[in-house]
């Protein structure tokens, strides 16, 4: 392991993380908040840290085991100096409580323990979004689209960005970093526009924004979406979460080619479309026949809860946790789902069910034909056994995270549903579950070592969680 180059790596993106401190704290100068001074101090004890580490001279190249080290380490680091803003600022009551909010921002994954966010500082709440948008798309991606001096970037980018097939768009890393970077930027322009047009302020526009982009789910209101009370506002939304959803790479293939096929033909953006559109259907008619709501209303409130917790958003328009048992059913297992691979949501990414539920029919096939060969392929392409068993894997070891971290909140007290949604919303960074950790609610009421274990859920879900099992491995430490 060449600690000096990991050490070195993460100084670098530790000063890059306090140059972005400087935007909330214009925001809380503008504003005269109590915010102002936390900032301050919160910029120059990481500016300290990221220079001392940089400092370290750097030595060999990027291998993946080093692509690994740094993402891991990095990440924490970056969640422990992105918390300082919220302790400092009293903000939270405790560090582990500013720890879980930063990680839950930069996983995207948008669980809170702010009781009353309305009431919170507009610098900590403009921090707590842009941790949002940082995470979406990856802040080592960004770093490899900032600095040169990643030139063997590629274990990076592989180890942070989310899904099984990571998809070099142009040649050059950097320009692939920078490029997708360009593409999230503009449809976060977009959106800010669309919104701000639709009736929120600037500022509100911002936020919702940064929690949509990044399928996050961080608000400005403690009622989330539901409190602007705006068919608009939510279709809006719901639209750019849709998007968020899908591959980025696809759109690049779609502005070069001048043509949404690139989009229509993909295998897994139509397994993604028609997941959306049945769990819909089914949970429209759900509402109609148990609630007794309008058809419209109905169609309105499914539309927006099913994109969504698919998406691993985690807005709410609606007291889900008050839906009929089926209802809640279908949205509890959409917490599984995720997005496309190459997209910025969480979970276990459509293209990993759809590859596993045609390895599972090709081996009912064999075990009626053994002589019988089959290729398991995505979009016409046949996939090599090798690619299939790290996905095996992936699920096994995403499915026994979960099993651990529901147990370990029940070991705690929690009852099961809580504990249950609780450990498949952080893990498949979505934010509220159902009953204790329900729309309504927030993390706030658990207790310390259960805050600590779903801060590492949050973390293993959105590096998939090999990087982070790496480093629990005494071989992956050894020269």
């Given amino acids: 392991m060449r600690l000096r ?37 919160s910029i120059a004890l990481t500016l300290l840290v990221g220079a001392l580490l940089s400092l370290i001279k750097p030595e060999g190249e990027f291998r993946r085991r080093e692509g690994f080290a740094v993402v891991g380490l990095g ?73 040169s001096f990643l030139r063997q970037g590629a274990s990076l980018f592989q180890a942070e960005v989310p899904g099984p097939f990571p998809d070099k768009i142009v040649p050059r890393l950097k320009k692939t970093a920078a490029t997708l970077w360009l593409i999230y930027i503009a449809f976060t322009l977009t959106e800010v526009i669309a919104l701000s047009w639709a009736g929120m302020s600037l500022y509100e526009s911002v936020i919702h924004t940064f929690g949509t982009m990044a399928t996050g789910g961080f608000s400005s209101r403690n009622l989330s979406v539901e409190s602007f009370h ?111 691979t190459g997209s910025t949501g969480g979970a276990i990414k459509i293209a990993r069910i759809v590859v596993l539920v045609k390895y599972a029919r090709r081996q009912v096939q064999r075990a009626i034909n053994p002589r019988l060969i089959i290729q398991t392929k995505l979009d016409s392409a046949p996939l090599p056994d090798e690619v299939i068993h790290e996905i095996s894997a992936f699920f096994f070891m995403y499915i026994a995270l979960f099993t651990f971290g529901a147990l370990f909140l029940m070991a705690t007290g929690e009852e099961l549903v809580t504990s249950l949604t609780a450990a498949a919303s952080t893990i498949g960074n979505i934010g509220p579950g159902f009953v204790g950790v329900g729309p309504l609610k927030n993390y706030s009421g658990l207790h310390i070592a259960a805050k600590w274990v779903l801060s590492f859920l949050m973390l293993a879900g959105r590096l998939e969680i090999l990087p982070i099992f790496a480093l629990f491995s005494p071989r992956f430490w050894r020269k």
């Fill in 75 to 147: 990440w924490i680091l970056l969640t422990a100096c992105g918390a300082l803003p919220y302790y400092l600022s009293g903000t939270t009551p405790t560090y582990t409580d500013a720890f879980f909010e930063t990680m839950s921002g930069f996983t995207t994954t948008g669980a809170t323990i702010l009781p009353e966010i309305e009431s919170v500082a507009r610098g900590i709440l403009l921090w707590r979004s842009l941790t949002h948008w940082l995470g979406g798309m990856g802040i080592i991606v960004l770093s490899l689209a900032v600095f």
């Fill in 230 to 340: 705006s068919v608009l506002i939510e279709g809006i939304i719901i639209t750019f979460m849709f998007l968020a959803g899908i591959n980025f790479s696809l759109y690049y293939r779609a502005l070069k080619k001048k043509s949404l096929k690139p989009l229509i033909t993909n295998d897994e953006t139509r397994v993604y479309t028609g997941i959306i559109l049945l769990a819909t259907l089914l949970i429209t008619i759900s509402l109609v026949t148990k609630m007794d709501l309008p058809l419209g209303e109905s169609l309105r409130r499914a539309g927006f809860q099913v994109v969504s917790i698919i998406t691993t958003t985690g807005f709410s328009s609606d007291n889900f946790d008050t839906w009929p048992v089926f209802a809640r059913g279908i949205l509890f297992t959409l917490m599984f789902f995720g997005g496309c």
């Fill in 5 to 41: 180059l990991v050490f070195h790596t993460i100084g670098k993106i530790l000063l890059l993380l306090a140059f972005i401190m400087f935007i909330p704290l214009q925001v809380a100068i503008f504003n005269r908040g109590t915010d102002v001074f936390a900032f301050g101090r």
